[in-house]
């Protein structure tokens, strides 16, 4: 395993900037093991909707953890907004840093993730191989 702090500044997008840092390191696999900062606009995918919910305002990200593949990031996150609500559910594209994201990517050489059609759940799943050798 290889940890990859990772600093994201304001105007950043949240997902894409995870996985184009996994892409940056040249790496097959990775897991997002915690996150925190702050967003102006998140793009939450509640459980069971196919479209995700757009919230504006200054929001904190409690926690924010997944795995990350070159195909693609499954990502949850729990954030607050300016009033102490807390939301929670799948990180969509376009939640945007406010202020700061503080990160830590943790690499996995000896690991190949994917992101592939699982006919049990209907959803493109986690596929976990070794990595190709070398």
Known sequence: MEALPL???PG???RGAVEQALRDAGAMAGYLVQGIGSLSVAQIRYAGLAQP???LGDLEILTLAGSVAPDGAHLHMMLSDARGRVF????GRGCIVRTTAELLLVLLPAHSFSREHDPLTGFAELAIRPAPAA
């Open 88 to 91: 929670g559910g799948h990180v």
């Open 12 to 14: 950043d997008d949240l």
């Open 53 to 55: 919910t757009e919230l």
């Open 7 to 9: 600093r994201l500044n």
